[in-house]
């Protein structure tokens, strides 16, 4: 059996100068460490004292380092540490932004104009959220943003995948090409469509220096390697064909598009609210970055593809964990939903702030119902999922609406719906008749697709009734939430972050961020042999300019 031993890093490390100490002494006992580690815009020593004079290795700012005797032996010195500096620096560079921070898109207009606006003038991108809105609304929001910030390249909107509505997809696609919003931020996508890779493929020129360069800027969120694999590849064939066609691009276009991949970015989506395979971070996030590198070498492509993380994030511990997994960036969701500029009343405002990690809970997706996908949102003082699970068990068991036994019937049209399906039905019927006359023929055809739609009412009446703040209906509230938002909470007691009214959006990241670098100079002390106190690894919410 072999014995352990012990490294003495006093003796494994060689001297490289001697330090004599400035105004400030060096540091020894775990007071003094973690008051040094928190300073990361400031050089910091790793000292130890000459052999036989005990202390051990300790840390120092200032100072002068020499090469003579006296003094404390000087082991290596770390230079300062930026938040702008925890992610990829080519994509603040290639997006214009001072941080590698995204606030990201919560559908429904969650993510509101106001909360991509306050992010774009702090240096930071911010995705509104188109998902779930009529394309008219969508036009509005993206006029006003225009108007605010349009000159500013660090702003995006959301194209959500919609296989229940592909017109509507399409819609969306073609009004953000040609509003010329400058990203556009892909999510649920299960495979490609005409319709995002429209949107990357137009406007493709040649710059003086032969690179491609983008017009639009498409990030894709993804939570599988296959999907993954589909958006860091060349757009296929038979999709710019189709495009071509439609006299959507041009030929220079399409002849560009072989040579770059869909999107430059790609956000890998772990245990996140709403669409989630709640694959864990760890896990997800190297086997697409190791994907990447493959796919990079075998089209040998001339520019990087970015690897940003997302899902959890809600810590400065989380984050800084998301950066030392090889992030390019970061993308926050749940937590925005608790902030002042956030699209949702201020009742779900604070749900959302009583929640813990556990009180989250997978129901049935509006948009994707039929197919069985489901989404995370928050358990806690609200029934929407268990009553979302019972109208979709009625939907795979019963052909139709008059197929549900009177006794289920009954308790639906009672406990949930709360209204008989006949005046359900009819309301819906005049919904899909202005929205797309195609859904209700359907209907009026397939009892299956009828009842889909009935029960999509109810899941998309609780999307607004949490957004409305409609208190007759808070048990029925559908909210959007991941684990994230407990850690937050507990993050943020008792600090000034635990107001609802003190959390905006750039309070929160640049609080995560600020975080995340105290957090990660703790970890590059300790690997250099400092004994980094627990307290360390801590940073208490301030407010931060």
């Known amino acids: 059996m072999t014995t352990a031993q012990v490294i003495d890093f006093r003796r494994t490390h060689t001297p490289v100068a001697t330090w004599i100490p400035g105004g400030r002494a060096a540091a020894f006992d775990s007071e003094g460490i973690a008051e040094i580690a928190s300073e990361v815009r400031e050089p910091v020593h790793i000292v130890t004292a000459k052999t036989g004079q005990g202390h051990g290795v300790g840390v120092a700012l200032g100072g002068e380092a020499f090469g003579g005797d006296a003094g404390y032996r000087l082991l290596g010195t770390l230079p300062p540490l930026y938040p702008e500096w925890l992610g990829d620096r080519s994509f603040c560079e290639v997006h214009g932004v001072r941080f590698p921070y995204i606030a990201g898109e919560m559908a429904n207009g969650i993510a509101t104009t106001d909360m991509v606006i306050a992010m774009a003038r702090a240096g ?6 188109a998902g779930g809105l009529a394309p008219q609304r969508v036009a509005d929001a993206v006029d006003l943003l225009v108007s605010e910030i349009g000159d500013l390249p660090n702003w ?28 556009v931020s892909a999510s649920a996508f299960m495979g490609l469509t005409p319709a995002v890779v429209r949107c990357a493929v137009a406007g493709l020129r040649i710059d003086a220096s032969g690179q491609v360069v983008r017009r639009t800027r498409v990030f894709a969120k993804v939570s599988r390697p296959e999907v993954a694999a589909q958006f860091m590849s060349p757009a296929p064939e038979d999709i710019l064909e189709l495009l071509l066609e439609r006299g959507h691009i041009t030929m220079d276009e399409a002849g560009l598009a072989t040579r770059i991949p869909v999107a430059e970015d790609i956000t890998v989506e772990s245990d996140s609210g709403g669409h989630t395979d709640n694959r864990p971070l760890v896990s997800l996030l190297p086997a697409i970055i190791g994907q990447r590198d493959e796919i990079v070498r075998r089209q040998r492509y001339s520019r990087p593809i970015r690897v940003g993380a997302a899902g959890g994030l809600g810590t400065p511990e989380g984050v800084a964990a998301a950066f030392a997994l090889g992030a390019a960036y970061v993308v926050t969701g749940s937590v925005n939903q608790a902030c002042v500029e956030a699209g949702i009343s201020d009742e779900a405002k604070k749900m959302l702030a009583d929640a813990d990690i556990a009180d989250v809970i997978m129901a049935p997706a509006a948009d994707m119902f039929e197919q069985g996908v489901k989404l995370q949102v928050l358990r806690r003082g609200t029934m929407f999922a268990p009553r ?4 979709y068990e009625v939907y795979r068991t019963c052909p139709g609406l008059d197929d549900i036994p009177a006794a289920v019937r009954a308790r639906l049209e009672r406990d949930v719906l709360r209204a008989p399906l006949s005046e359900i039905w009819a309301g819906t019927a005049a919904f899909w008749r202005d929205r797309d006359p195609a859904e209700l023929a359907r209907a009026e055809e397939d009892p299956k697709h009828r009842m889909a739609l009935v029960f999509r009412w109810y899941l998309g009446k609780a999307s607004r009734w949490a957004i409305d703040g409609d208190s007759s209906r808070r048990v029925d509230f559908q909210i959007w939430c991941g684990p994230a938002m407990g850690a937050f909470n507990r993050w943020t007691a008792g600090s000034f972050l635990a107001a609802p009214s003190e959390r905006t959006v750039v309070q929160v990241a640049l609080n995560l961020l600020e975080g995340a670098a105290v957090i990660t100079r703790a970890h590059q002390l300790r690997t250099y042999g400092v004994p980094v106190p627990a307290e360390a690894f801590s940073f208490v919410p301030r407010k931060l300019n």
């Open 156 to 183: 995006g909107v959301n194209l959500i995948h919609s296989p229940n509505e592909l017109a509507v997809e399409e819609s969306v696609a073609e009004l953000l090409v040609r509003r010329g919003v400058p990203i």
């Open 388 to 391: 979302a699970a019972q109208l």
């Open 124 to 129: 930071m991108l911010g995705f509104f959220g």
